[in-house]
């Protein structure tokens, strides 16, 4: 009888429906970075499909999650400007990636997420980046996206991006 109850035109919680498909706002060097990505993946697997942004992110945000607790577990953290200050072009070569295309830029990209598990755990994971990062602005998801990436292609190829605590504040 509830139901009945109801205004006209509002919507019951049983028929909203998860989100499967966002767009995010990002940098160009997002799309780049993706392809080095799913190259990376493609190479250590013996699935020989090409995977979709969404799983590259997805098993990005897995690494970047696991890279983080391995570090608390040392009781180190993760430098985040080591990670995320060098431009595209020395980031490349430090990770070991060939250079990237000079027209990439700081213009826009919009990422699509597809999945609601991977969008709800894109968000999850800025909230955390925020409270480990201790800044007052709010970590937006093209951020995270980007971490995320880079910290997956750094991974054996630039060493340690870990600080211990006390030399974190130094």
């Known amino acids: 009888m509830a139901a009945a109850n109801q205004p006209k035109g509002s919507v019951s919680t049983g028929s909203i429906k998860p ?3 966002k767009a995010v706002r990002c940098q160009r060097e997002v799309a780049w ?3 080095q990505a799913a190259g990376k993946l493609v ?3 013996d699935d020989v499909n090409a995977p979709t942004p969404s799983f590259v992110l997805a ?3 897995s690494f970047a999650r696991e890279q983080e607790q391995a570090a608390r577990d040392r009781g180190a953290v993760i430098d985040y400007d080591a990670v995320m200050g060098p431009d595209l072009a020395s980031f490349c070569a430090a990770a070991g990636l060939p250079a990237a295309p ?3 830029s700081d213009t826009g990209y919009m990422f699509t997420l597809s ?3 991977l969008i709800r755990d894109l968000y999850a994971y800025c909230n955390d980046l925020d409270e480990r990062m201790g800044d007052a602005a709010q970590v937006k998801p093209g951020y995270a996206i980007k971490l995320a990436l880079r910290l997956f292609l750094l991974d054996g190829a630039a060493g340690d991006v870990a600080s211990s605590k006390d030399n974190a504040s130094a």
Request: overall charge neutral.
């Open 59 to 61: 098993a990005a945000l």
């Open 43 to 45: 190479a250590t697997t």
């Open 33 to 35: 970075l993706v392809t």
């Open 115 to 117: 999945g609601a598990d």
């Open 19 to 21: 989100v499967t498909r």
């Open 102 to 104: 000079n027209a990439l």
